[in-house]
């Protein structure tokens, strides 16, 4: 019998799990964290209740007494029903991940799965999935919510990307390199300093920096709207002690 269209906000199920650290049924562990005060170990799931007869059982895809199918997807490691959204299991993660499997691979020094077009084309932080976001500073590597990887390398969560994104923060939280492409926008700060030129006593005026794309020191004009960093272009950079003024 096909899987019923049932379960709770997080996943498409027909049956409850059995909290093997309280004894109560609930959907999903997600579910069970939200109302209680500790959290289910899915690895040690052992029971569930199907939602169609009531039937308790060890847990398995398909009701041993109404042959309900609980979920479209099973995995007999995580204890995931759901449905099926091409989800397979990562053994080096250690969880389900949401496929295909062929359009990723596990990156055994980040220790994480990343889309295919990411390999050999990304920066390898070691464990960088075992931090967490430094955006919202919940979990990355069992979240539900996929992975956007910066060219420096360090990880957030899709949506914390793009919100930070929308609100013109362009800086990776952690290090401070540049979180996308900045060519064009560098190339438009290049016109704005161009037709704002700077006051007399300031027009000869020089700065320290530090650039926090290429970290390279060097010492260039001053401009309020920005100090251009004169080894890679880039105008992601802070000031290293106070104005230079020239002697006249």
Sequence with gaps: MAATQVGCEHYVRSCLLKAPCCGKFYVCRLCHDGEENHQMDRFKVREVKCAACNSIQESQQICKECEVKFGEYYCDICHLFDKDKKQYH???CGICRI???EKYFHCTKCNLCLATD?????KCVENV???NC???????HT?????HVLPCGHLLHRTCFEDMFRTGAYRCPLCMHSAFNMKEFWEERDKEIAQTPMPTEYQDTTVKIICNDCQARCTVSFHVLGMKCSSCGSYNTAQDGGLIVPIC
């Design 129 to 131: 999935s075992r931090q």
């Design 90 to 92: 990562c053994q080096p």
């Design 99 to 101: 496929g295909p499997r």
């Design 118 to 122: 990411l390999k050999d084309n990304h």
């Design 134 to 140: 430094p955006v919202c500073m919940e979990d990355i």
């Design 143 to 147: 979240s539900r919510i996929g992975a």
